[in-house]
């Protein structure tokens, strides 16, 4: 067996070494239970207690107060584009959306089916590389609209927010690419959901934190499913929830616990990220184009000073265990995503290859 | 770490161990690879193979024509229950549901939300212990209604279907818990579907298998993740799919495959009912109150002569390995649900414990 590579998919992506290595050495028996997790009944005590020590972990981590339901649920962020206005609009027919990036022209396209969605700004025009001034933003007022919905991280072109939207409008975030990566003030938000493919655990898992006193007025004909009252009524378990992801989603939350929690996490974060800009800023070769200030922590593009070196460039970091650079379509070039599994060393181990290309070929 | 179990859970269900053992193996390096099959893109070559051979393997154990197409989906069959009016509604206002337990119930209800939900026959007058009989069955016309929907096996009282209705009206099946069980011939359906968390693999992943000409006329406002067509047309990878259960899903076809596929498992399934059910039959002491030409051969409930004793009963059970027997709380006493997965010297072992405990406290 290949020892193990440094891992730089955008999603789904890196997980923490020593939480795979747990969840494999028990894989065949839970707690020495005789079972594998994922032949344990939903309704079982010991599966309860997986979901509550979940919940309870993820409180912890960002300091969510009891005025929020946290929901697991399943469909990935992109399920949550149409159930977010199915459950938000309440009574409304207009929501408002920010798009600075692909995601979030996504999420607008999907609630466009279901109300009038609102392009407050778009930097579409510089490619995304930017994020657009708020005192160009056409808010709605809150009478018209139900809510603000902004990507705070878009993983394409790798723009994050630096700031949390100072708004009348209440927050709805997409927060699939950056939740658990700094701190946030969850308080500040009506609802934030993520799919768990990049910080928090395999596919197949979203997580929605919503406050209490905004949900149960859904459009008529909403599946029990795809309400929100109604999942956190039952606390997620309606049905069988998706119980490996959520089983190991806890596994990762305990790890980042472990290690400092989010605050500590977000140094590592930072560190990682500073380096590997600052590689490419000194260098002739390598090109990011997104504004300094709200460049990505999570998702660095670049390219390469001749796109014909692209190829080698991948086979060789390939050679290295250096694995998934290749930029999304969209943008060409490269893509390092630096999740919080992605370990330092990693990143080490890619801008030391890095510059021994550039002094190579350029 | 205890060694197996013989876990006898109606679902999240038992797993063929050697697809746990391999899974376990590579669980940190996907086919040498360095990362775990967590860690890859859906878009990788090797993920998109995942996928493809998954399906052939389906469409091959079930001879699945190239009329229907096979889809991998989230949100359980509870989901399916509300996404079936809404994809085959077809502009009709009314659906026919037949009710011969929990979940055909269940069923009848989410599609109320969307149509006309009309029950054609319930044998709930029965406590569900038969299936009603066909000819006094209050079916609509094809004109009036879209489909008939039915459960096969129903997992809680432990009725099956022991033939295929027969009717002018398309067939809609959730075969949860009896895909894969036995052959069936599918095209004789308009639709089948399953969550996976039975026969197939781990919870978060549903199998639906549709007729190719039947899809593409939602109802209005339907999310594109939901409607069947549009799943289709990108090859279940509108979003980033469940990955990790398609991948175990996979796994768990292979194993059927090698084991002889459906008909050989079929003989297994059956021989491990008839044991059972013969076991409480030729017994004082033990009562199962299906009628016997349709019982279940996926779940077998069955009540002891004093419900005094099932404390008792569970607590030996357990200490014997024989795990998850507690019948559900609808109709108490035991139910042991008998999966593919569920080997017979699990069933053997349970009979000999039945027999011991039954001359005890006889």
Redesign the interface.
């Known amino acids: ?5 440094y ?1 730089f ?7 923490p ?1 020593p939480v ?2 747990f ?2 050495d ?4 839970y707690q ?5 997790v ?5 309704r ?1 005590p010991e599966f309860e207690q997986i979901v509550k020590e979940a919940e309870a972990s993820l409180r912890r981590l960002l300091s969510i107060s009891d005025d929020y339901h946290v929901l697991f649920m ?6 949550q ?2 159930l977010i206005p199915m459950n938000l609009l309440r009574g409304k027919k207009q929501a408002d959306y920010l798009v600075t990036g692909t995601w979030s022209e996504k999420a607008l396209e ?1 609630a466009s ?2 109300c009038r969605a609102h392009c407050v700004a778009s930097n579409q025009a510089a490619r995304y590389t930017n994020i657009p001034d708020p005192s160009t933003w056409q808010l709605s007022s809150p009478d018209q609209s139900a809510y603000l919905h902004y990507c705070p991280n878009e993983t394409i072109v790798g723009v994050e927010f630096p700031f949390v939207p100072d708004v009348a409008l209440p927050l709805v975030a997409d927060m699939s690419s950056t939740l658990l990566s700094r701190p946030i003030d969850v308080s500040r938000f009506g609802l934030i959901y993520a ?1 768990a ?1 990049k910080n928090i ?5 979203v997580i929605v934190i919503v406050r209490k006193d905004w949900v149960g007025d859904v ?1 008529p ?6 309400n929100y009252q109604e999942v956190a009524k039952q606390h997620s378990m ?8 959520i089983y ?1 989603a806890g596994l990762v939350f305990r790890w980042l616990e472990a290690m400092g929690g989010v605050s500590a996490i977000a140094a590592v974060n930072e560190r990682k990220a500073m380096n590997l800009y600052r590689t490419i800023d000194e260098s002739e070769f390598y090109h990011n184009p997104v504004e300094k200030s709200c460049r990505s922590w999570m998702n660095v593009p670049f390219t390469l000073k001749d796109e014909e070196l692209d190829v080698l460039f991948l086979k060789q970091a390939d050679q290295l ?1 250096l ?2 650079l290749k930029g999304h379509r969209l943008v060409g070039g490269m893509r390092a995503s630096l999740y919080n599994a992605v370990p330092e060393e990693g990143v080490a181990a890619l801008i030391a290859f890095m510059k021994a290309f550039a002094q190579k070929h350029g």
Chains 1, 2 share one sequence.
């Open positions: 067996m290949m020892s193990r590579v891992n998919c955008a999603g789904p992506a890196a997980l070494e795979l290595a969840a494999r028990e894989l065949l028996s020495g239970m005789g079972l594998s994922m032949e344990m009944s939903h079982s399943q469909g990935g962020a992109t399920l584009f149409s999907d089916r279901l799919g493919q655990g395999p596919a197949g898992l459009i004909g909403t599946p029990q499913l795809l309606i049905n069988t929830p998706p119980s490996f992801s190991l265990g694995k998934n």
